[in-house]
């Protein structure tokens, strides 16, 4: 049976992936293919690069050892300058370029010890991109061009960026592309954050993550018929910020630790759905009426 390993975006949740990797790697799991989107694309391309429980440590000091700003150098000046000078993108990838470079041995796509396939989106036509071959570097820097943040990249003719945008967990790809087992990967999302994200690339981050999380279910129900699918539960509750990268230890060990309990018990066995406990959430007065202040005033006419 043709087993895929998807891993879907989230920014700094991508940490949970990589304590996923650590726990899939230690049991010998070796996939068929990998695909990935966002910054699922760059954890999947250094699994599918090395999938070894070493592999997957040497990940998990990567990841360790970032800090916002190497991933987001946003500064005022970043800012004024995009305006000043028209640009599309608020900070160049120079920054994120520089950690796939240092983090991974290969150079093109196909030299992957595993098959690897990084999804982009074209920034026209919103349609999913597959990238399987040329240069890794140049199709992650497309997967994880976050709109707005980070510049497009233009390859072969076409223009590109975030592959969450068209799909944050590629299953249909995998689909395409034979499988006939998927084990999804998700970063999860800050389900117990008490208020919105204020800084603008945060709040782009958190709209995909949510995005991203209800896609997964209606996914796996549209394909049920076509692969079994398996979910590894992502970490709930959690109010760290897909934006924040200060608590990357925590959630790497916490993710792995959570894994490791489940694949203990039997959880590959497991398809279908994703269910999350969500008994430390009062999802009874999230979803109770808004009750407004005073009686509705309707807005004044003005005359043409």
Known sequence: MKTAIVLSGGGSLGAVQVGMLQSLARMNFLPDMVIGASVGALNGAFFADDPTPAGADRLA??????????VFPLTV??????????????????????IARRALRMR??????IPLHIVATDVLSGDEVLLSSGDVETALMASTAIPVVFPQVELAGRHLFDGGVANSTPIAS????????????????SCAMREPPRNMAALALHVLGL???????????????????????????????????????????????????????????????????????DRAAASAPIELPGPLQQAPRIAA
């Open 174 to 189: 995998a689909i395409a592309c034979g499988a006939e087992r998927i084990v999804v990967l998700p970063t999860g999302v």
């Open 77 to 98: 000046l970043a800012g004024v300058k995009a305006l000043v000078l028209g640009r599309d993108h608020l900070v160049e990838s120079a920054a994120l370029r520089t």
């Open 108 to 113: 093109r796509i196909e030299e992957a010890r």
């Open 211 to 281: 995005q991203s999380m209800r896609q997964i279910d209606r996914d796996v129900e549209r394909f049920a018929l076509q692969a079994q699918i398996t979910i590894v539960p992502p970490l709930c509750p959690l109010s760290v910020s897909m934006f924040d990268f200060s608590q990357t230890a925590s959630l790497i060990e916490r993710a792995a630790a959570q894994t490791r309990a489940w694949l203990a018990a039997q959880g590959l066995e497991r398809t279908g759905p994703l269910h999350v406990p969500l008994a430390h959430h």
């Open 61 to 70: 000091e990567l990841w360790r050892g970032l800090r916002r700003d190497d």
